[in-house]
């Protein structure tokens, strides 16, 4: 477990900090980003990030694991692959920023049903009002969510929002690890 969160840390260094002004999702500006797709969608990153939520989750009775679009996204497809793989299946859902306007018109993609036990996800945090959102929306299909968890936590308010409305906050890593 040390090693793989060592090597995520380096990997998160080397392709997914950039220093320069950038708007976030928030709407602040920041003068860094960090974009964990790069890491999350190439193969030993997306190995890493699933086998650390896997370690952290395995003894947690979790039934599925999700959070929104479009950070979780890739989160959640390693995630379905890594716990079959260890014989644990946990399934997997997303969250949309808003219900589809054809089809089933859904919300929730996936596999999110009454009364499960859930972890969301998420990569990075700034505020955690996405993660507050899913949460919302995640409680009103009427499960209980047991943990959120983020690659990375930009230390702007979000563990201080979560723990306003009671959750808390489980980053990998921080800014403060990136060295930023």
Do not use: W
């Not at 477990?1 to 990997?11: G, V, Y």
């Not at 896997?54 to 979780?72: C, H, R, V, Y």
């Not at 018109?105 to 700034?126: C, F, P, Q």
């Not at 201080?160 to 930023?180: Q, R, V």
């Amino acid at each position: 477990m040390k090693e793989n969160r060592r090597r995520l840390l380096e990997i998160i260094r080397e392709r997914a900090l950039f220093m320069g002004k950038i708007k976030l999702t928030s709407g602040k500006t920041s003068n860094y980003y960090i974009d964990c797709r790069r890491v999350t969608l190439d193969p030993e990153g997306a190995y890493l990030v699933a086998e650390i939520l896997f370690e952290k989750l395995k003894n947690d009775n979790i039934d599925a694991l999700g959070g929104p679009t479009l950070g979780s996204d890739p989160i959640c497809g390693s995630f379905a692959v890594i716990s079959f793989l260890n014989k644990k299946p946990i399934q997997t859902f997303i969250v949309r920023k808003e219900p589809k306007k054809h089809g089933t018109m859904k919300l929730i993609e996936g596999n999110l049903k009454e009364d499960l036990k859930v972890a969301i996800v998420d990569d990075v945090a700034t505020t955690g009002n996405s993660l507050l959102r899913t949460i919302d929306i995640v409680k009103k299909n009427k499960c209980n969510v047991k943990r959120i968890i983020v690659i990375v936590d930009r230390e702007e308010g979000a563990k201080e929002n979560l723990a306003k409305n009671g959750y808390t906050l489980e980053p990998i890593f921080t800014k403060t690890d990136l060295g930023i």
